[in-house]
C-alpha cells in the first residue's frame, strides 16, 4: 500500500549496468517486459519537471510548473488525457485530467453515457439499470486547489496523477481497471498564481505565514467555495458542467486545509445537523468513505484523524455540499499545516482538548472519532501533501471495491426522487413569465437552477394547476426529477434546527454561519408550490432566455425604463456610455393609462437614440415605453456616477462579492486604499461604498509587525477625517452591514445600531432571510418592493436618534420576521426596527444598509439600495434628490420600542 509520494519513495529505476544490459538485449531481438520499471524511465516524476521535490519545504509549484507537468504526463502516458474545461475570471485555462486504463479511455464515452443515464434515472427500469451498473466503470471526482491559501492539495495532485498512470501494484491496477479517475489540477488558477507569488515575497521571513492581503481570486478568494448553488464565478461553471451536465461523478472529494488543530487531519463522517433534503444513501455513502480512509490512515501508523465534528451537513452551496442534492457521495477532507514553511508543536504545548460545536473532545485521550492522537512535534508540507495522498487513494480504493453498488445506487436514489415527486406534494414549482416584480431575475433564477443540473419545463400552451390558469410560456420545474433534493432545498424554506452550545447556553453557530438561502425569497420572484399532479404540453428548457421585447418606434421626448428591473440599471449604464442622457423620474409616470413606479429612467431623445435603445433592451430583456412628450412627474438628469469601492488590505471577500455585482452590471467602479483617504484624494468620486466590515478593522486594519509595512494599518484618523469632509461637500457614502458602525463614528451620524450590545443568548440570527418592507418612493428605495428579504447575517438594526437629518428607507417587518433559517429574539430585538436608513451630511449623505444586500450575489432582490444611491450620486440636482423623504415613518413604531 502506498503511503507517501514523495521523490524518496519513487518507483525503483534499474541500476546502471542493468539499464544498459536490457539495451544491448533489446538492440540483439531479445524481448524484455519490465512494465514498472520501463514506465518509471519513461514518464518524468513530478520533481523532474518542476525542478524541486513537491513537498519539500519553502517550495511551492506555481501553476505554469503544475500545467507543465500535467501537459508532460498526458503526452507520455497513455493512461491519461487531459481536456480544457473553462477558463478563469482571469483567462487562465482549466484542465480535467481523465486517468484510467488505456482499454478505458478509449470507451470514455461509453462510460459517460452509463453514468448520465443511471444519474438521471428517467425511462430506466431497475433490470435495465443493474445491467449497466455492472458494465459501467466508477467515475470518482478529486480537485485540488479551490482554496489557494490551502497550499498542500495543489502540490499533492501531480504526484497522485503520476502514480495512478504509472504505479503497476495490484491495488493501482485494479483501480485503473475499475474507476475513471476525473483529476481536476487545479479549481482556482487565479488564486494559486496569487498565493504562490505572495508566498515567495514572504518566504523565510517574520511574515512567512501570513496571507495574501487581497482575496486569492479576481473577486471572492474564499468564498469560492461559497458559490455551489448559484454558480455566478466562471469556475464554479464550468466545474458545475462536468458534475451535473457531463460526467455525473458518484464520488465528489474535494481536498481543503483547516483540520482543528492539533488534530491532522478531518475526514468523514460528519457532525449534525443533517439537511433533511439528503438522501439516506448518500449520508452512507459518505460515512462508508470517511471510515475507509480512516482505516487506511491507521494502518499506514499516521495518527491525527478527526471526524465527527464542525463540519456538518446542512448547508447547500459548498463544493462538497451540493452534490448531496444530486445523490453523490460529497467527500471533504482538511489537512493539518497549509503553509509551505515548517512549523515546530512543542508536545507539551499542545491543547488537552478543543470545543467542537456542543462537545468537548479530548486531545490526549483516544476517543471513537479521535481514536489516534497526534503527540506534536514538526509540521512540514511534506506531511500535508502525504495526507492528501492518502486520502486520496483511499477514496479511489473504496471507489473500485464497491464501483457497481456506487452506480447502483446513483439510479436508485434518482428513481425513487422521480417516483416520490410525481406522487405529489409538491408535484412542481409553477414560475410565471410574467407576473414578476423583475422578469430578468425570474428569468435567471430558473438559469440557477439550470446551472445547477435541475429540469425545467416551458408550458407551449395554456394550463390548468393548482385551482388557476397559466399561460404558454409559464416555466414549470417538476419534483419528479432526480435532482429534486436541490431542487426542492433551493424552493422551500428553511428550518434550521435550535442547537445549544450546551444546555441553557448560547446558540451553536451553524457550520459556515448559514441557517437558510431560499432562491424565491432572495430574488423576491415570484414562484407557485403546487401538490396536486397536473399534465401540459411542455418542452424542455436548456437555458431560459432574456424576456421578449418589442423594438419601439420613434418617439419624440423619449423612452421609459422600468425601476424595478435590475437591468435597468444595467441599460442606463450602457447608454450613459454610448453618450445618451438620462432622466430619473421622481413621482410615477403614466403611459396610456398604464402607472409606472418612482425611479423610472428615461432615456433623452436624440440622433441614434431609439436604435442604441432597442439593441441594448434586446440583449438585456426589457420593456421599453416610448413617450411622445414629457411626463408630469419630476425628471432629474443623471450624469455618469464616479464611484469608488473601499478595498482594504485584510482580503475583505464582500468587496470582491460586490465588485463583482458591479462588473456584472456594468458599473465601473475605482479602488480607494487607505492612501487614498489619508491624502484626501477623493475629490475625482461622487460616492465611495464600503462593504461589510468592522468598524475596527477598517480603521486599523493590521497591527504593526502582522505583515509587510506596506499592508500595515487602516483608514486612520485622518482618512476618517478626509472622508467626512468630502461627505460633508457633496459626496454620497454607501455603507452595507458592519460598516455602518463605521459610518456612524466617523461622520458622527446621529444614528445607532440597537443591536449592538445584545447577548448572542437573547439575540442571534445566522446566515437566515428575514421580513423587510422598503418604501419605493424614496430615492434609496425606487423599485424595491414593499416586502421581500434581507439577508442577515448577525447583522444590523438602527435607531435614529435626529428625525430631521434622517430618512428611513426600509424596516424589519412588525411579525412574522423569520422567512428562512433560524432567529432567536428576532420580535424583542429587531421588530419594526430601520433597516436602512439615508442620513444627511452637510451637502452630502450617508446611506446605512443594516444588511448584505448582495450577500455572495445571491439577494437580488435588494441590488436596487445600492444601485440607487450609486445612480443618485451621479444627479445634477442632488438638493432634488436629497429633499425626496419618501413615506415610511422614521421612528419604530411605539409598541415595538
Do not use: C
Not at 544491448?24 to 520501463?38: H, K, P, Q, R
Not at 490551502?150 to 495512478?164: I, R, S
Amino acid at each position: 500500500m502506498t503511503r507517501e509520494p514523495s521523490s524518496s519513495r519513487r518507483l525503483a529505476q534499474p541500476a546502471p549496468l542493468l539499464a544498459l544490459l536490457i539495451l544491448l538485449m533489446v538492440a540483439g531481438g531479445a524481448s524484455v517486459l519490465w512494465a514498472g520499471d520501463l514506465q518509471g524511465q519513461e514518464i518524468p516524476h513530478p520533481d523532474d519537471v518542476v525542478g524541486f521535490e513537491l513537498g519539500s519545504d519553502y517550495n511551492l509549484a506555481d501553476l505554469q510548473q503544475l500545467y507543465r507537468y500535467y501537459e508532460v504526463l498526458a503526452e507520455a502516458s497513455p493512461r491519461v488525457i487531459k481536456e480544457e474545461i473553462g477558463r478563469s475570471v482571469r483567462g487562465e485555462p482549466m484542465y480535467l485530467l481523465y486517468l484510467s486504463s488505456e482499454e478505458n479511455l478509449a470507451q470514455l464515452d461509453r462510460w459517460k453515457e452509463i453514468s448520465a443515464r443511471l444519474a438521471r434515472a428517467r425511462d430506466l427500469e431497475p433490470d435495465e439499470a443493474r445491467a449497466l451498473a455492472r458494465e459501467g466503470k466508477a467515475i470518482v471526482w478529486i480537485d485540488n486547489g479551490l482554496h489557494s491559501a490551502e497550499v498542500a492539495h495543489a502540490q499533492h495532485g501531480p504526484l497522485l496523477a503520476h502514480h495512478m498512470a504509472t504505479d503497476e501494484s495490484d491495488e493501482v491496477r485494479r483501480i485503473r481497471d475499475d474507476v475513471i479517475l476525473l483529476l481536476m489540477p487545479q479549481m482556482n488558477p487565479d488564486g494559486h498564481s496569487i498565493m504562490v507569488d505572495w508566498y515567495r515575497g514572504v518566504a523565510r521571513t517574520d511574515h512567512e505565514f501570513t496571507n495574501t492581503p487581497e482575496v486569492w481570486h479576481e473577486y471572492v478568494g474564499h468564498d469560492i467555495n461559497r458559490d455551489w448553488f448559484m454558480l455566478r464565478q466562471a469556475e464554479s461553471q464550468a466545474v458545475a458542467r462536468q458534475l451535473w451536465e457531463e460526467w455525473y461523478p458518484q464520488i465528489v472529494f474535494n481536498h481543503h486545509q483547516h483540520s482543528p488543530f492539533p488534530t491532522r487531519i478531518f475526514i468523514p463522517p460528519f457532525a449534525d445537523p443533517l439537511n433533511p433534503h439528503i438522501h439516506p444513501l448518500v449520508v452512507r455513502g459518505v460515512n462508508m468513505v470517511g471510515e475507509a480512509m480512516a482505516k487506511r490512515f491507521e494502518e499506514l501508523e499516521m495518527p491525527g484523524v478527526i471526524s465527527g465534528v464542525t463540519f456538518t451537513m446542512w448547508w447547500n452551496g459548498g463544493m462538497r455540499t451540493a452534490p448531496y442534492f444530486h445523490n453523490q457521495v460529497g467527500i471533504l477532507s482538511e489537512v493539518a499545516h497549509r503553509y509551505a514553511s515548517p512549523q515546530y508543536h512543542d508536545p507539551d504545548s499542545l491543547p488537552e482538548s478543543i470545543q467542537a460545536g456542543s462537545r468537548e473532545v479530548s486531545m490526549i485521550e483516544p476517543s471513537i472519532f479521535y481514536a489516534n492522537p497526534w503527540e506534536g512535534g514538526w509540521a512540514r508540507l511534506a506531511d500535508a501533501v502525504e495526507y492528501h495522498f492518502v486520502a486520496s487513494m483511499g477514496t479511489l480504493d473504496i471507489g473500485s471495491r464497491l464501483r457497481e453498488d456506487w452506480l447502483y445506487n446513483i439510479y436508485r436514489m434518482g428513481s425513487q426522487q422521480i417516483r416520490e415527486g410525481s406522487e405529489g406534494g409538491p408535484f412542481a414549482y409553477v414560475i410565471p413569465d410574467e407576473d414578476q416584480w423583475d422578469r430578468g431575475e425570474a428569468v435567471e433564477m430558473i438559469n440557477v437552477l439550470r446551472r445547477g443540473g435541475v429540469e425545467v419545463h416551458r408550458a407551449r400552451e395554456d394550463f390548468e394547476a393548482g385551482g388557476r390558469s397559466w399561460p404558454a410560456g409559464t416555466y414549470v420545474a417538476y419534483a419528479g426529477q432526480a435532482f429534486r433534493a436541490h431542487l426542492m432545498d433551493l424552493m422551500e424554506p428553511q428550518h434550521h434546527p435550535q442547537r445549544e452550545l450546551y444546555p441553557g447556553g448560547p446558540p451553536e453557530p451553524p457550520y459556515g454561519g448559514l441557517a437558510g438561502w431560499t432562491l424565491p425569497m432572495q430574488m423576491a420572484v415570484n414562484v407557485v408550490r403546487v401538490d396536486e399532479p397536473f399534465q401540459i404540453s411542455d418542452e424542455v428548457v436548456e437555458r431560459a432566455p432574456v424576456p421578449a421585447t418589442v423594438a419601439v418606434p420613434e418617439a419624440e421626448f423619449g423612452y421609459l425604463l422600468s425601476s424595478r428591473r435590475n437591468a435597468s440599471r444595467t441599460a442606463v449604464n450602457r447608454l450613459q456610455a454610448s453618450g445618451e442622457r438620462i432622466h430619473l423620474a421622481t413621482e410615477a409616470v403614466e403611459v396610456g393609462g398604464e402607472r409606472f413606479d418612482p425611479g423610472g429612467f428615461i432615456v433623452e431623445s436624440s440622433g441614434n437614440t431609439r436604435a442604441r435603445v432597442n439593441e441594448i433592451a434586446g440583449e438585456l430583456g426589457l420593456r421599453v415605453v416610448p413617450l411622445d412628450a414629457a411626463p408630469s412627474a419630476t425628471l432629474v438628469p443623471l450624469r455618469t456616477p464616479r464611484l469608488g469601492m473601499y478595498m482594504p488590505w485584510t482580503g475583505n471577500m464582500d468587496e470582491g462579492w460586490t465588485r463583482f455585482v458591479f462588473h456584472e452590471h456594468d458599473f465601473q467602479p475605482d479602488t480607494i486604499r487607505n492612501a487614498d483617504l489619508q491624502a484626501g484624494n477623493l475629490e475625482a468620486l461622487d460616492v465611495i461604498v464600503f462593504t461589510d466590515q468592522g468598524a475596527g478593522s477598517i480603521m486599523e486594519g493590521h497591527q504593526t509587525g502582522a505583515m509587510p509595512e506596506a499592508y500595515v494599518g487602516g483608514v486612520g484618523e485622518e482618512g476618517a477625517a478626509n472622508l467626512r469632509r468630502w461627505v460633508e461637500e457633496g459626496g454620497t457614502l454607501v455603507a452595507f452591514d458592519g460598516a455602518g458602525d463605521f459610518a456612524i463614528e466617523a461622520l458622527g451620524l446621529p444614528v445607532s445600531n440597537v443591536t449592538a450590545n445584545v447577548s448572542r443568548e437573547d439575540f442571534f440570527i445566522p446566515g437566515s432571510l428575514i421580513r423587510t418592507e422598503f418604501d419605493g418612493t424614496h430615492p434609496i428605495g425606487f423599485g424595491t418592493p414593499e416586502e421581500t428579504a434581507a439577508f442577515f447575517q448577525n447583522s444590523r438594526a438602527w435607531e435614529v436618534h435626529d428625525e430631521d437629518r434622517v430618512d428611513v428607507v426600509g424596516r424589519y417587518a412588525e411579525s412574522d420576521l423569520l422567512m428562512s433559517g433560524w432567529e432567536l429574539g428576532a420580535q424583542a430585538h429587531l421588530a419594526g426596527q430601520p433597516a436602512v436608513v439615508r442620513v444627511r451630511v452637510g451637502e452630502g449623505e450617508a446611506v446605512l444598509i443594516g444588511f448584505r444586500p448582495q450577500f455572495r450575489a445571491q439577494p437580488t432582490g435588494t441590488y436596487r439600495l445600492f444601485f440607487n444611491a450609486v445612480h443618485g450620486a451621479g444627479a445634477e440636482d442632488r438638493p432634488a434628490l436629497l429633499g425626496l423623504r419618501g413615506g415610511m415613518e422614521t421612528a419604530a413604531p411605539a409598541s415595538d420600542r
